[in-house]
């Protein structure tokens, strides 16, 4: 994947769980809502969550 450094710039935002849930943009990984929600409610002190992996050049839109 390849993203332009004005690109970057021109579409940039905070997003909410409910945008990333629901946005029909390109966000990886795909599932990233769910794994930030999850993140958010982890034990600070705890072990690391894991993303897990993804090649987001083989990655079907």
Known sequence: MRVDTEEARDRWHWWSIAELATTHDT??????????????VADPQGPPVDLGHFDEDADPE
């Open 27 to 40: 966000v990886r990984p795909k599932k990233l809502a769910m794994l930030l929600a999850d993140v958010l």
